[in-house]
């Protein structure tokens, strides 16, 4: 009985450390394959993650629509490595749509507009435009340079706001694709002598370049030919969610221990207040609905938030501004400038009347912007940095918009 157990090969010794040995052989040759597989994987990945570099940005043109003069204004459209894909027409220099990945990677338009040019002309209350020749207010459109005394249109309660009647977001700029490893749309515009009031010929140049890294930079340039005043941004009108309702369930932080309070007509008071103990401190990510409904004269003066903050600079060229993130979609907005503030305007006067892109009504609050700039009112403001141009000066400023989300690490 043992010898026949002892001949079977199940009870066969040798036969069984044979198996063992077999056994750890096909384990270490499975930890090989396995380990060589994802070592290809890695290799594989970062071969794709430098394509992905690499591979230049797409930009296509196409016809946007007739404006009222009959001057055809185009559409640009930029489409990065990863699918996000930002238009802009060059009437007004309006960036029409943006794309931005949720926390599950879907790519969906995070900026307010319409859908057709018509809208833009009809009524547009500054989505997506470049503003200028001086964006925000200038207090009773009227300010001296070197001993002269200028008046420039009034728009906004007795004040000049955002350029004027005619500002840069109305006019057509022309445009030049500049293509490359990051795309790039060239749009330059003459702002002639005495335009809405201003000082000399103004030469300006806004690029708005897309990288494969989710960035959207604008950089802005101008000179001119006699001394005048500049304070160019953009007007994008953000909201991180898919569906358009308030921005109150956004967080934002700003890099700023202090703000301008302002009169009951948003003309700074001259004063830099402490944001500490106030509804305006938003140095740490704050939902915007908290303090909003707050009963504070400031809050009251601007139906809600519609101010400047003073950054905390840092020594570097560019400061990091502001954070904006939306906790259910999971994306996040970081904006870094070379300019001393941002005005956090959170949509005040959008009251529904608006029927925007995909026929979305735009309700209270519906959007929010944040216009990196100089204070408003700096030419009668001459404790503020200066926005005097001068000729043989040259005009620089950048800010670049980086999209993400609240899995990657945050500042
Ligand atoms: C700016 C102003 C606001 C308002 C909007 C446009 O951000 O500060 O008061 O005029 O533009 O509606």
């Known amino acids: 009985m043992f010898a026949r157990l002892y001949h079977n090969k199940l009870y ?22 396995i380990s060589f597989l994802l070592q290809s994987c ?23 629509g007739v404006l009222p ?57 500054y989505f997506g435009a470049i503003i200028g020749r001086y964006g925000n207010r200038i207090a009773k459109g009227k300010f001296s340079l070197d001993g002269k005394n200028y008046s420039l249109a009034v728009n906004n309660i007795g004040n000049h706001l955002h350029g004027g009647i005619v500002g840069f977001d109305k006019v057509l700029w022309t445009a030049q694709i500049m293509e490359g490893e990051e795309g790039s749309l060239k749009l ?36 001119t ?7 160019l941004t953009n007007h994008s009108y953000f909201n991180l969610t898919a569906n358009k309702t308030d921005i109150l369930g956004h967080e934002l932080k700003l890099h700023a221990d202090k703000f301008l309070p302002v009169d009951k007509t948003l ?55 502001a954070t904006l993130s939306e906790p259910i979609s999971g994306r996040v907005l970081e904006i870094y400038t070379s300019e001393p503030a941002i005005q956090f305007y959170s949509g005040n006067f959008l009251d529904g009347s608006i029927i925007g892109k995909n026929k979305v009504v735009y309700g209270h609050r519906s959007g929010l912007c944040l216009e990196t700039q100089h204070y408003p009112d700096s030419p009668n403001q001459k404790a503020f940095p200066s926005v005097t141009l001068k000729p043989g000066e040259k005009y620089k400023s950048r800010t670049i918009h980086k999209c993400s989300v609240l899995t990657d690490k945050v500042e």
């Open 12 to 33: 066969d010794p040798m036969q069984l450390n044979v198996k063992k040995i077999n056994f750890h052989l096909s384990k270490l040759l499975f930890i090989f394959l």
């Open 42 to 64: 890695k290799n594989e990945m970062k071969k794709s993650d430098m394509a992905n570099i690499a591979a230049p940005v797409k930009i296509e043109k196409s016809i946007f």
């Open 69 to 125: 003069d009959q001057q055809q204004a185009d559409l640009f459209t930029m489409t990065n490595k990863k699918g996000m894909q930002v238009k802009i027409t060059n009437y007004g220099g309006i960036i029409t749509s943006w794309t931005a990945p949720d926390k599950n990677g879907l790519y969906e338009d995070i900026v307010l507009g319409y859908d057709s040019l018509d809208h833009y002309v009809k009524n547009n209350p």
């Open 188 to 223: 330059t515009y003459l702002s002639k002598d005495g335009e809405e009031g201003y000082p000399g010929n103004l030469q300006v140049t806004v690029i708005y370049t897309l990288t494969n890294d989710n960035e959207l930079k604008i950089d802005y340039e101008a000179e």
């Open 225 to 231: 030919d006699q001394a005048t005043v500049v304070n």
């Open 267 to 321: 003309i700074p008071t001259g004063e830099l207040l402490d944001v500490k103990g106030t509804p305006f401190d938003f140095s740490g990510q704050k939902l915007i609905g908290k303090d909003i409904p707050a009963e504070d004269e400031q809050l009251a003066f601007g139906g809600g938030y519609d101010h400047c903050w003073v950054l905390n600079t840092s020594t570097d060229s560019l400061t990091h501004a």
